[in-house]
T-cell receptor, first 120, second 110 residues
Framework: QLQLQESGPGLVKPSETLSLSCTVS??????????WGWIRQPPGKGLEWIGS???????YYNPSLNGRVTLSVDTSKNEFSLRLSSVIATDTAVYYC????????????WGQGILGTVSS | QSVLTQPPSVSAAPGQKVTISCSGS????????ISWYQQLPGTVPKLLIY???KRPSGIPDRFSGSKSGTSATLGITGLQTGDEAEYYC???????????FGGGTKLTVL
């Protein structure tokens, strides 16, 4: 059974970089049939896609994040990572990682989520 | 404001049927698969419907999906109190070049 688990610092200061990782277990991140994505949810609000990456390091990002996002993948550790730079208070959200069937298709399963708080 | 438009809330009595709409355009729903997610209070979103009308293993057939033109609909029959949740639609938008989600619909089972 495929499982994903986010990890990383829960608190980051304004203007700094939020760095999170997602460890995949029960399956291989090198499976060419899938991308691996990040989605966030500000407190009390809806879902926002951040970006997706595949094992070949092809990446797609949400244009509304204005180039602040960098995704990477480490096949040796079976994990992928998110870096969000120049964070501001409105970047405070629960960050989920999820397997992405393809760019045009579904997310499943999702990790448990990790709260990323931007505060001085 | 979301690219995909969902009603903020719907409600119905236990045992009844409810539908949740998701309205988009030719750059998203009109030409791409739609998926639906259920987020029970305090939990992680879960895939409910994929590729417009398919159910993942373990999802009861009380849940159904359909698509017509630039709109999609999630149907839930035999409502249970355990169905109270936020429901989101999602798809790819070719104009924006990214995944878009609806704003979410809160289902209340009265």
């Amino acid at each position: 059974q495929l499982q994903l688990q986010e990890s990383g610092p829960g608190l980051v200061k304004p203007s700094e970089t939020l760095s999170l990782s997602c460890t995949v277990s029960g399956g291989s991140i090198s499976d060419s049939a899938y991308f691996w994505g990040w989605i966030r949810q500000p407190p009390g609000k809806g879902l926002e896609w951040i970006g997706s990456i595949n094992y070949g390091r092809t990446t797609y990002y949400n244009p509304s994040l204005n180039g602040r996002v960098t995704l990477s993948v480490d096949t040796s550790k079976n994990e992928f990572s998110l870096r969000l730079s120049s964070v501001i208070a409105t970047d405070t959200a629960v960050y989920y990682c999820a397997r992405h069937r393809s760019l045009y298709d579904w997310f499943d399963p999702w990790g448990q989520g990790i709260l990323g708080t931007v505060s001085s | 404001q979301s690219v995909l438009t969902q009603p903020p809330s719907v409600s119905a009595a236990p045992g009844q049927k409810v539908t949740i709409s998701c309205s988009g355009s030719s750059s998203n729903i009109g030409n791409k698969y739609i998926s639906w997610y259920q987020q029970l209070p305090g939990t992680v979103p879960k895939l409910l419907i994929y590729e417009n009308n398919k159910r993942p293993s373990g999802i009861p057939d009380r849940f159904s999906g359909s698509k017509s033109g630039t709109s999609a609909t999630l149907g839930i029959t035999g409502l249970q109190t355990g169905d109270e949740a936020e429901y989101y639609c999602g798809t790819w938008d070719t104009s924006l070049g990214g995944v878009v989600f609806g704003g979410g619909t809160k289902l209340t089972v009265l």
